[in-house]
């Protein structure tokens, strides 16, 4: 298995270029007679899809999925499952700037390190564009998950910039507002500070970074392979793999450094865990919790302000970038996020049942408590 | 292959319980004619062991690393390398109230849901001492790592609770100073700091969190694998594998989410990168520049002070625990993160060489510029 | 990965059905700089295409190929190449009867068991039609090999039913004959009496089996990884993954059971191995001779004479097949053991120059000899 | 995943050298709760045992198996199960012969030319002495499948050069006497002749292949992966995995070549299938019938009659084997193939539960009919 492939048992397998003819895939091992149509997969795509709002890239794309194979008579079959997007914005613009300079922040010079060369066309294969058939591949997962498991994975914007916008238990919180604003805040309050701030940052022609919070309910304790797969440092190969990535946390993340082991355990009751600190996980297994990661995403590297940086020929210049681009990245990443998640925890979900079907836990489940 | 090995060219997979006969692993891949011996590895060993200083557990082991195979007059043969560790200090102790109750904190809840039973001596195979045979292993990849590339992996504790230690660019910082103090920590004048906090916290009967800094010097340009197993998301998934850690960063890290375009990108010259927020890696892949991770490290659960929890029975109960244990896990995580750091590297290279062993890139290296 | 991917450093991964919208699959992990264009593939996949004699079914496709990623201004770029081949002949067929029984000797009835349900149109994934994506994806390796290593893959009809056509040591043995008629025969004067016995055994509405020899020369030594990943055992597994295939051997092999060691050993001299009973292959590693291996076809068991089986409903009852199919599927099986055969070399290439790139071997390779 | 493992679910991997301190593996994926002791291993592995009668190598180990984890009360945990067995008869023999040639037939030249140099002493990695951990790994598989699906796996010789023994449809065959003499041999009144054979086959100094078939009976239809990871296909890997097999058959094997398509399909009726051309696997996957599958093993390279070769040097020399051989590799070749089959099985009846677990078949199965 090389680098374009993620999971063992639902194996999901990427190729593909922002400027190709296409860009597709692979999901390799759904189990059968699960009701399965392009629609379902549309609905998260359509979620992050640019050039919805004057607040990401106004390249357009239908990003319309088709199934190829996999699917017989409404449903999955268990063999693999063929996706496919065309790529329809494939603009002739003049790429001979971008061929000949490495843009700093960018792919651009380690690509043409490893490989010789690349395909400079819009970023090639390091281009955000590829996600979108990791959207379509997390729906798959994602309707995997809720029908054998009854699994729920979910996303919003935690941070954008400087601006914390809400948590799960803050008031003000409410998840179905996420997918009713372009920033995918779950606090319609926050809104005119978002707007504000990014009107603003994208007049300066500056980018920021942003932090999406993720969140599964009803994962089945058990899930997670000890001692190098766990579930939460699957999850942490999953995140940090999505383009600008930087950080991952579980539960208290970096903030149990800080914490006292009274503070931080999460002591259980006949009702409940009393908090979730874990974030779901303990010993690299689900404990019945929410799952909760939350994950740091760069600034966009293109920009319009110029920087410094070296030609092919090794000599200096400078670099302006022109055109559409998202001054905040982060913005449409929680889709993204999210189907990452949801391909690991339905991987994760079949490699239990095959090692563990027959297991009788010593006693029923802990309630989940405080999630 | 299952969750007990991890790289695909350099594999290492391993074995055994805290309190079995013994605990081991098989590194798998290893080029061969490298000059390998087990003291290469016991240094590392000796790092981790604890029962060292009063801040760490007092449990005593030997922890000598014995190479059962695919070494041949001193060099490696490029068969496979089978690593055991002996264990000793299994103290006939009862375990008769761990055997009955779910610790806060700990594994025991998750291996019982999972498996229906669990070893739980010790924590079983969800101990701390499994780490030693991933040091181990992680010696082995430092020697792969010096002889074909010259890279140089090392790491210091970086925060101690509240406590930040140091930092690469500040004054005070000195590599030389790690090795020589209980803590890793890079600073000599913080030690007198460090050693009463600790000494407060023992005595409190509590237990901290804490973060460490690894870093991999000379690594080529070109390393990782777009787009799942990028170099970072590989470094994330292996970091993560590690007992207690709640957070992975890459560079700028969490701080990336504040920072905007113009001051996140690393601009270029010809005389290198005018910084690195990339911690080294662009698209996943390495640039030439130092990769910089940081993880985070939860408070120890094994604590004196007692907790609720429930019983294999369901019904309430409290837990208190006695005996050695460490009540800064971090404290001694800085040769473990080291030695996972440095497999996913060496598993790197190797997986490069295959693909890319023609390719001449366009230039060459950026000199590195700030590390 | 799941059962669709072949390869760990050269992985092929495949999907699509007979009667969907198209096959297609993913070639991860192929070096960057290769020239590659489609027209490279189209000609293996032109010699398995159906329909060019009266020897094999009447189904027509096209079956022309689209790369889709991965090629950039006509050379590899080291990104996965994304593969396409649309269904055209989707003729409009009433399936009732092959979904309502099992036909013997087919998959249906293990696909049932296995998956609950399946994909009847045309034998769905189980249909030999999946095979042309493999002639494609074994192209990209054969251009690799060629480029890499200099090694050529190609291959022959050796046995149609009762009748052995030719051997590469007899008399009338000629490559250049086997593309030049539809049974890929290497002796032309063989032709009449292969045309005689199809025409009859078409005649009669029964089937018959063959064998098919894959030669690959130029194997560099060194190729292949013990103890289980031997490159003959990947040739099996690559080999017995054909439809149909029931056998597979390399070098003498059944006939090594009755050899001596004294017949069989072969015996080395300066100028180079004199004869061939491994096959190219010693203790799983390549020795630089010609890599020799043989697959056993099974019969058709599409035939027009009626046969016995049950139907979904468990009862009795009987099968004929109407309509179009090979009468030996060995026939057209020579594209397809070469592309596996291609396949197997590329990937233990990649596989050898990741762990050993460095290695001086002790003396310059020994001659191979009679191949 | 290198070389040295097997199986995706159930993995097993191996290490250790001829003559080095210990050979060993890990299997992991094991399902937990499963009853298992060393006793469980040492009966194949002392069927294995070289020493045991005078057609055998007068190579004398215990071959006495520890296992290290994964077992906790007599059951396994689902940890990975560490096993260790010591090379006892470590001869302190002249090996400057052997160092300074190539044996014809041996991995020799092949390791030498892969890895720059190699382990001369026995053979090093490629002596058969390394598949006494397989047996051991392969009677956990055994535990496995008895108890998760009550599969049988044995075999036994079913040719000694020349000599067909049986067959289990032949009158005379009875199981139980396989394991009362030293052949494997199934039937009691063949055993004159085998021992004449031998003897004479001794005394002349040369060596003899031999065949060996393997049989699983009770195997669950559903087993197997399309479209590479065919049951047939991973069992003919894992067969030709197999020190010094040169090929590997299923059900008719290369019979089927000259089968007509009405003899070779296995019809089918209520009460079960009329034949097993297939060999119990058909489009890869299991019928519920048995899994039957034979394997050809070459002469012993090592004999007393001298052959030609070259040393290091690359000039022409002679080279002859003395001490301890076995004449024909084959004899003991049973449980090793028992081994290798039943690790194939067990790993993908774990695969087919990870991704099948709630799938309902059509109908019941159909009864196995004619093994």
């Known amino acids: ?31 059968p007679g699960l009701a399965l149509a392009e629609a379902d997969l549309q609905h998260d795509l359509d979620r992050r899809r640019p050039g919805q709002s004057r607040h990401t890239t106004q390249r357009r794309e239908a990003d319309a999925v088709r199934i190829l194979s996999g699917v017989f008579e409404g449903r999955t079959t268990g063999a ?37 060369f690349r395909d400079y066309r819009g970023g090639g294969r390091s281009s955000a564009r590829e996600t979108a058939v990791r959207v379509a591949a997390g729906g798959i997962a ?7 498991a009854g699994v729920r994975v979910r996303g919003f914007l935690s941070r954008l910039g400087p601006i914390a916008t809400s948590a799960p238990d803050a008031a003000g919180f409410d998840w179905a507002q996420v997918d009713q604003n372009p920033f995918f805040c779950p606090d319609a309050s926050r809104l005119p500070e978002l707007e504000d701030y990014m009107d603003a940052l994208r007049k300066s022609g500056d980018s920021v970074g942003a932090e999406v919070t993720v969140i599964a309910e009803g994962v089945p304790p058990g899930l997670g392979e000890p001692v190098f797969d766990r579930l939460d440092a699957d999850i942490a190969h999953a995140l940090m793999g999505i383009n600008a990535v930087k950080g991952v946390e579980i539960g208290a993340g970096f903030g149990a450094v800080a914490q006292k ?17 874990a974030g779901g996980v303990l010993g690299g297994i689900s404990t019945g919790q929410h799952v909760v990661a939350r994950l740091a995403l760069k600034p966009t590297s293109s920009i319009r302000l110029p920087g410094r940086t070296v030609g092919l020929d090794g000599a200096a210049t400078e670099v302006v970038t022109k055109g559409r681009h998202d001054p905040c990245v982060g913005i449409r990443a929680t889709p993204i996020a999210e189907a990452m998640l949801a391909i690991v925890l339905a991987d994760h979900l079949l490699r239990h049942r095959g090692q563990n079907t027959h297991v009788t836990p010593p006693l029923a489940p802990i309630p989940s408590g405080r999630g």
């Open 142 to 148: 994602k309707v995997c998950l809720r029908a054998l």
């Open 80 to 116: 693999p499952i063929g996706l496919l997007i065309e790529n329809q914005d494939q603009r002739s613009k003049d790429y001979s700037e971008i061929a000949a300079k490495f843009r700093p922040g960018h792919a651009d010079y380690t690509y043409a390190m490893k490989y010789g």
């Open 261 to 277: 082991g009274t503070e931080h355990r999460d002591e259980i009751t006949p009702d409940g865990f009393l908090s979730n600190s």
């Open 1 to 31: 298995m090389s680098g374009n492939s993620i999971g063992r048992s639902f194996v999901f397998t990427s190729f593909g270029e922002s400027h190709g003819p296409a860009i597709g895939g692979v999901v390799d091992g759904c189990p």
